[in-house]
């Protein structure tokens, strides 16, 4: 099983970042994938999704402001993130949704951290 984030950094507001994520082909195919936050000291929380067929879904705090896609032939969901706040900071994952469980415990691959700071 691969979740494997990327394209995190620092940037300052206003700016923009793009969030790669490769995914093992078994699990991409047929899913629903969705990108994840956490920021210090709070829950996770699913910021943007998008279905096997393209249709997408957003949290309030994002919408008009970041933009989930895939790329089916390669196993990649991307996030690009415009007009980044303060509070976008966080740690990204990926993941199908609703999340994958291993053993009854949801497995959560290597996220990227995002730091938006002036």
């Known amino acids: 099983v691969q979740l494997q984030a990327s394209g995190g950094g620092l940037v300052q507001p206003g700016g923009s970042l793009r969030l790669s994520c490769a995914a093992s082909?078994?699990?991409?195919?047929?899913?629903?994938m969705g990108w994840y936050r956490q920021a210090p000291g709070k829950q996770r929380e699913l910021v943007a999704r998008?279905?096997?067929?393209?249709?997408?879904n957003y949290a309030d705090s994002v919408k008009g402001r970041f933009t989930i896609s895939r790329d089916n032939a390669k196993n990649t969901v991307y996030l690009q993130m415009n007009s980044l706040k303060l509070e976008d900071t966080a740690v990204y994952s990926c993941?199908?949704?609703?999340?994958?469980?291993?053993?009854?415990?949801?497995?959560w691959g290597k996220g990227t951290q995002v730091t938006v700071s002036s």
């Open positions: 998008i279905s096997s067929g393209g249709r997408t």
């Open positions: 993941n199908t949704f609703p999340p994958m469980k291993i053993n009854g415990m949801a497995y």
């Open positions: 082909g078994t699990i991409f195919t047929i899913n629903d």
